[in-house]
């Protein structure tokens, strides 16, 4: 797809990168969800990415195309030097374990019939290592989360609150040695008390564990505490990248800061739900043409309706697909 840019970075620690991923699904009578529409970005090494924007932007469909679950309708994910939409069978199954992904709803991502020492043993076996080998890595990542195996392991997942399920589920993506973790709303489906909790595992597994992660979430506050990068979606393109204490402190794209002042300051468990009046978010089977924020955006000029803006890098690493950026800034 033409005219969207790329947020590549000139840099050497890249460890996935993402090029023209469109994602599209049918949606009766010849149409089609444009769900992502060619978007094109990195993650660096030992970084965590955050991805933001409202419901129905894409952030899920983005994280399960890198998996390939379902691989994506076009466009390609590249992990190191292997380039994961184009492999199948084993090696699409072998490269797929070093992305792991978690998800929202804990209780339901868990097998309900099995006991969760399984669960978490379940993908080590299809690589045919030894029992002991698998007693001993389930074992060490229950002991990571906070958990003994030995006394929790026969349990099935309705014996578990949402908190532990979700250290269940963080297990279980630890046990695959996971270079990625793709982590799709980890905490939303969790009572306040427990988030600070599971926000504070994941931290000191991506250090433990060395792990990158991309973080998906609703809650800008959760996103700017735990990202180094943060990038918005709209839409099912990408609206903006930046270091996230820039992107904070600075946003260019006028849906970035839309979001942003958005925040109640005094809560902590502010959701996403930005001031642009009573326009609803079009829909992605029929999106508007030009840039795709222009039917709520206060900034819009006639050249927004008939031309997509690019992707542009306006400083070191912080790139806006806006055509007037300025109008209407801090
Ligand atoms: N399997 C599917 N079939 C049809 N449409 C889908 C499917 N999965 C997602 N979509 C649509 O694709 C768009 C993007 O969905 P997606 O779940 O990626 O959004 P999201 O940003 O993760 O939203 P949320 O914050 O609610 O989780 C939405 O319009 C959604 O309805
Ligand atoms: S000014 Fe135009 S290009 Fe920029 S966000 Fe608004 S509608 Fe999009
Ligand atoms: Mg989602």
């Not at 769900?35 to 932007?57: K, M, N, P, Q």
């Not at 958990?147 to 609150?161: A, H, T």
């Not at 642009?276 to 840039?291: K, L, R, W, Y």
């Amino acid at each position: 797809m033409a005219g969207t840019g790329t947020a590549h970075l000139r840099d050497d620690d890249v460890l996935l990168r993402v090029e023209e991923l469109v994602v599209e699904f049918p949606a009766g009578k010849g149409r089609r969800v444009h769900a992502v529409s060619g978007i094109s970005f990195d993650v660096l090494e030992g970084e965590t990415l955050g991805l933001v924007g409202e419901s129905g932007c894409g952030k899920s469909t983005t994280g399960r195309a890198v998996i390939q679950l379902p691989a994506p309708t076009s466009g390609t994910v590249t992990l190191g030097d292997v380039e994961v939409s184009g492999l199948k069978g084993e090696a699409l199954r072998q490269v797929r374990s070093e992305l792991q992904m978690i998800f929202q709803d804990p209780i339901s991502s868990l097998n309900p019939r099995r006991k969760v020492r399984e669960s978490v043993a379940e993908g080590l076996r299809i690589w045919g290592r030894s029992r002991e080998e698998v007693d001993a890595k389930v074992a060490e990542v229950f002991d990571a989360v906070g958990m003994n195996v030995e006394l929790v392991g026969d349990r099935r997942p309705n014996e578990f609150s949402g908190g532990q399920c979700q250290r269940i589920s963080i297990a279980r993506a630890l046990a695959m040695d996971p270079k990625i973790l793709i982590c799709d709303e980890p905490v939303s489906a969790l009572d306040v008390s427990v988030q600070a909790q599971v926000i504070n595992l994941l931290e000191d597994m991506k250090r433990r564990y060395g792990l990158t992660m991309i973080f998906i979430a609703h809650d800008l506050g959760v996103v700017k505490s735990i990202s180094d990068r943060v990038m918005v979606m709209y839409l099912g393109k990408v609206c903006e990248v930046a270091p996230s204490d820039e992107l904070f402190a600075d946003p260019q794209h006028h849906y970035s800061r839309l979001l942003i002042e958005s925040i109640p300051s005094h809560d902590p468990d502010a959701r996403l739900e930005p001031a642009t009046g009573a326009v609803e978010m079009p829909s992605p089977i029929d999106p508007p043409s030009g840039c795709r924020f222009r039917t709520r955006c206060p900034a819009a000029q006639d050249l927004c309706s008939s031309t997509e803006p690019e992707l542009r890098e306006v400083r070191p690493g912080h790139f806006v697909a806006c055509h007037f950026p300025e109008v209407g800034g801090r």
